[in-house]
C-alpha cells in the first residue's frame, strides 16, 4: 500500500512536470518533438542526476511509463491548449505540485538506501529542482534555481518535515502527503507574496569601499 503510494505521486509529479515543461517550451518556435523532449527532460532529469548520484540504474530505464506519461502531458497540452493560455495560474501551479511530489520521491528513494536525512534531505532537493534547471538552460533561459525565488528552499523545507513526521511515527502515505503539501504551499506563497531571499548585490571593484 505505501509502495503504491509512493509510485502513484510520483506518477502524478512527473505528469505535471512535463506540463510545466511543455508549456514553458510553447512559443519557443519548437515542434511537437522539442516540446516531448522538453517535457521529458523536466519530468526525468532530477531523478536520473539522483539515480546516478547513488550509484543505481536511472529509474526510466526500468519503467517505459515515464515515457507514455509525458507523451500524455503532451496530448493534454495540444488539446487544451486555448483552456491553459487562460489558466496560467494553474500551469504555476503544475510546477508546483510537480516539485513537492518529486521531491518527498526524491526523499523516499534515498531513505531506501539507507543515508543520512540531511543526504536525503539534498537527494529531494536535487530530484525537484534540477529537472527545471535542465529545462530553463534548454530553453536559453536564466534558471528558475539561480534566481531570487523560492524553489529549492521550499523542498529543503518540505524535506525537514517529512523527517518532523517520522519522528512522531506518522504512517509514510501522510508524511509524505504532509511534505509534499509544504513544498507546493511555501512554493506557492512565496510566488503569490513575493517572497525571496536578499539578492546578492554586485561586489564590482569600483563599489567596494577601499580602506
Known sequence: MENYFTILIDFIGTFAFAVSGIRLASGKQIDW???????LVTAIGGGTVRDLLL???PFWMLDGRYFLTTAIALLAVLLLKSQLVKWWNTLFLFDA?????????GISKSMDAH?????????????????????D????????LLRKDIYALACVAGGLVYFACQYFDFSV???ELIAASVVITVRILAFRFHL???VLNSMDSNQVNKP
Open 173 to 175: 502515505p501522510i508524511t
Open 97 to 105: 505540485i510537480g516539485l513537492g511530489l518529486v521531491t518527498i520521491v
Open 55 to 57: 550509484g543505481i540504474r
Open 137 to 144: 538552460v534548454l530553453l536559453n533561459e536564466v534558471p528558475l
Open 196 to 198: 525571496h531571499l536578499p
Open 115 to 135: 543515508l543520512p536525512f540531511w543526504v536525503c534531505i539534498v537527494m529531494g532537493t536535487i530530484t525537484g529542482s534540477v529537472g527545471g534547471l535542465l529545462r
Open 33 to 39: 518533438f522539442g516540446a516531448y523532449i522538453i517535457g
